[in-house]
């Protein structure tokens, strides 16, 4: 007589499990690059993700797949402010919500900064992301330029390496005066404006004489100590 078989076991559980080390993963990885930028490893990822380093191999082959699938996202919602910017009723208004909100996400995360301000990363998925954001870039430097509200020098090429002049701004500061960029972006945004007028109000404060020498210490000597 023929023994009943036991159920194999359902395939979903272990797709759900799958799902769970994936989103584990990315959450990690965004921890671990937003901290020390694209250097790290997939390593250090699986380490903070409490997984073997095998199963992050498993879902993502390489970095390239890890960063692809962390940083599409984050490139949608620059796409949106720059939307969200072209609605805006006073074309400066649009012009400088959008830089500053690029900004602060790039303050607050080292790989995204890396990724998008360079070409190293995300040759696929990426860089169609970063291409999709480029007419809407294009389209708010004109704007503001026909409201005659921004420089007419500038050119949408510029904006990526304002934003470069930021981002260095946040690596040099960001151990010992995080915000500070905010600063330095309020002097930069009156600079491109078409006809500069009162200064605006500066956010933050400005290095005193010894925590400039702190900065440069931290930057330059990253494993010593003045």
């Known amino acids: 007589m023929a023994r009943d078989l036991a159920p194999a076991a359902p395939a979903r559980p272990l797709r759900r499990d799958a799902e769970l080390n994936r989103q584990r993963i990315i959450a990690?990885?965004?921890d671990v690059f937003g901290e020390r930028g694209l250097e790290a490893t997939l390593d250090d990822v699986a380490h903070h993700a409490g997984v073997g380093v095998g199963?992050?191999?498993?879902?993502?082959?390489?970095?390239?797949?890890?960063?692809?699938?962390?940083?599409?996202d984050q490139f949608e919602t620059i796409r949106e402010f720059a939307e969200e910017a072209l609605r805006a009723e006073d074309p400066w208004e649009?012009?400088?919500?959008?830089?500053?909100?690029?900004?602060?996400?790039?303050?607050?995360d080292r790989g995204l900064r890396e990724?998008?301000?360079?070409?190293?990363?995300?040759?696929?998925?990426?860089?169609?992301?970063?291409?999709?954001?480029?007419?809407?870039?294009t389209q708010?430097?004109?704007?503001?330029?026909?409201?005659?509200v921004l420089r007419s020098d500038i050119v949408p090429t510029d904006m990526p390496l304002l934003h470069q002049m930021i981002?260095?701004?946040?690596?040099?500061?960001?151990?010992?005066?995080?915000?500070?960029?905010?600063?330095c972006l309020a002097m930069?945004?009156?600079?491109?404006?078409?006809?500069?007028?009162?200064?605006t109000p500066l956010p933050h404060p400005p290095l005193d004489v010894e925590a400039l020498e702190e900065v440069m210490c931290s930057f330059r000597l990253p494993k010593l100590r003045c």
């Open 28 to 30: 990690a990885a965004r």
């Open 55 to 72: 199963t992050v191999y498993r879902r993502f082959p390489s970095k390239e797949h890890l960063v692809e699938a962390m940083f599409v």
């Open 94 to 108: 649009g012009f400088a919500d959008f830089t500053w909100r690029a900004a602060e996400l790039h303050a607050g």
């Open 115 to 137: 990724v998008m301000l360079s070409n190293v990363f995300g040759q696929e998925r990426v860089a169609e992301a970063k291409s999709r954001m480029v007419p809407l870039i």
């Open 140 to 148: 708010l430097v004109e704007r503001a330029q026909a409201a005659g």
């Open 167 to 183: 981002g260095s701004v946040i690596e040099f500061t960001h151990g010992i005066q995080p915000d500070l960029w905010r600063r």
């Open 188 to 199: 930069l945004l009156d600079g491109l404006r078409a006809e500069p007028g009162r200064a």
